[in-house]
Nanobody, 120 residues
């Protein structure tokens, strides 16, 4: 499956952004999709994911602020990010797995990343 992430940009603290992950290739609905992020000098970290049946899971720091959803008819996953903080600044990647989890090694397919910058 091929993934294309989009929607990043520059926003002030407290603002919102909506990222999209468009998929093509194999049966999208079979895959769990995760969003990861990587800040300069930091390891890539899991942020939020959605299973193939719609179950969502996220890290504590984004609970109540980030929402993930999927539209299998359109082969897309969206990430709505509200109340953004400067510490959310990173390159955001979407990734796909036939499994379920938060480890980067569990994900076989990756998009190219989109930059999110939150100014204070």
């Amino acid at each position: 499956v091929q993934l294309q992430a989009s929607g990043g940009g520059l926003v002030q603290a407290g603002g919102s952004l909506r990222l999209s992950c468009a998929a093509s290739g194999r049966t999208f609905s079979n895959y769990a999709i995760g969003w990861f992020r990587q800040a300069p000098g930091e390891d890539r970290e899991f942020v939020i994911g959605i299973s193939n049946n719609g179950r969502t899971y996220s890290i504590d720091s984004v609970k109540g602020r980030f929402t993930i959803s999927r539209d299998n008819a359109k082969n897309t996953v969206s990430l709505q990010m509200n109340s953004l903080k400067p510490e959310d600044t990173a390159v955001y990647y979407c990734a796909a797995t036939m499994g379920y989890g938060s480890a980067t090694t569990q994900y076989n397919y990756w998009g190219q990343g989109t930059q999110v910058t939150v100014s204070s």
